[in-house]
């Protein structure tokens, strides 16, 4: 399938579903596009969607923003430099919250100063210029003033009007079964249907995760690490 606007997708899902515009209105299927798009970046964080930000960090600053826009971190570089994004450089080790505030506890306010180890996010973007896109957690807190590279992905462009965007583009077919399987849940249709398109959405998103390199939920310095299964007694 070649590449759909938002329009063309309204279209589809009406003759899929065999539903007119009084049933499926602009302002139904706007809000079924827009829960297909959100559901999507979910389940595959896109790769055409990587970014990268420098940020100074200063001296006493435990906390910093997510650079705008941010849908969640993959890694975070600190510089022995202050003034150049070169030379020797660490990656943050990404934490919960709850041992970063174990981590200042025990060693506390003082001693937890130093060149950060440990990062923690939490918050995130509510649109794809939203500059409140929550916070990093910095532990130790800086001891002077380092220069940082926040690797992260940012919330795509969404579909709108007669436009296009990257999953409109790459994942038609995926966007179009992901919105019928939402439609058949708003019409209350056929239980057999709505568990065909999610099952081919299923499918799709299968297809689409194998082409996206790198593909990872979880930090990327982290995520290198081999990970063996342990049997445990308890479920």
């Known amino acids: 399938m070649a590449g759909l606007s938002a329009s063309g997708l309204k279209t589809q ?7 007119d515009s009084n049933v499926l209105t602009d302002a139904v299927l706007e809000n079924i596009i827009l829960n297909a798009q959100y ?15 420098s940020i100074n960090l200063v001296p ?3 906390t910093i923003n997510a650079p705008a826009g941010c849908l969640f971190i993959r890694a975070i570089q600190v510089y022995d430099s202050n003034s150049v994004l070169t030379g020797p450089n660490t990656f943050l080790e990404k934490k919960d919250m709850s041992y970063l505030q174990e981590y200042q506890d025990v060693t506390g306010t003082a001693a937890a100063q130093g060149k950060p180890k440990y990062y923690a996010s939490f918050g995130g973007a509510t649109g794809n210029t939203d500059t409140t896109s929550g916070r990093i957690f910095l532990a130790p807190t800086p001891n002077t003033n380092y220069l940082a590279r926040i690797h992260f992905n940012k919330m795509p462009v969404l579909l709108e009007n007669d436009d296009t965007n990257y999953i409109s583009l790459n994942f038609p077919n995926g966007l179009l079964y992901c919105c019928l399987s939402e439609a058949y849940g708003f019409l209350k249709g056929p239980i057999d249907m709505l568990t065909l398109y999610e099952n081919k959405y299923k499918q799709e998103v299968q297809k689409f995760a194998n082409e996206q390199v790198g593909r990872r939920r979880r930090d990327d310095y982290t995520d290198g690490a081999v990970r063996i299964p342990i049997n445990s ?3």
């Open 39 to 53: 559901r999507i970046m979910r389940d595959v964080p896109i790769d055409a969607d990587r970014k990268q930000q």
């Open 60 to 62: 006493g600053q435990e």
């Open 13 to 19: 899902i009406r003759s899929y579903t065999e539903t």
């Open 233 to 235: 007694a308890n479920p």
